[in-house]
């Protein structure tokens, strides 16, 4: 049974940071791309970004291009959403997929960015 964890969310006025994490157990961590999304209130899942299998590509929407940094940990069987100059429209609930022949979904971790 895979399971997938994030943590790290939080309260953070505007202009801050917050880094989150996410760790896979049951599986193999490097069979998985890695993925982070966010859903706002009121709003549909969106995909905020990624990082492939190796952690030497990562993507992002452009929305928070510069602002955010994936990385990855084989290691630690953990990934990593660093979230720099946070803004009120970052405030959703964050989402961690391993995604592979199977996708697994994290319980998600809430952001808040106060004006």
């Known amino acids: 049974q895979v399971h997938v964890v994030e943590s790290g969310g939080g309260l953070v006025q505007a202009g801050g940071s917050l880094s989150l994490s996410c760790t896979v157990s049951?599986?193999?961590?490097?069979?998985?791309?890695m993925g982070w999304y966010r859903q706002a209130p009121g709003k549909s899942r969106e995909w905020v970004g990624g990082?492939?299998?190796?952690?030497?590509?990562?993507f992002y929407t452009d929305s928070v291009k510069g602002r955010f940094t994936i990385s990855r940990d084989n290691a630690k069987d953990t990934v990593y959403l660093q979230m720099n100059s946070l803004k009120p429209e970052d405030t959703a609930v964050y989402y961690c997929?391993?995604?592979?022949?199977?996708?697994?979904w994290g319980q998600g971790t809430q952001v808040t960015v106060s004006s």
């Open positions: 997929l391993a995604g592979g022949e199977r996708d697994y």
């Open positions: 049951g599986g193999t961590f490097t069979n998985y791309r």
């Open positions: 990082v492939d299998e190796s952690g030497q590509k990562t």
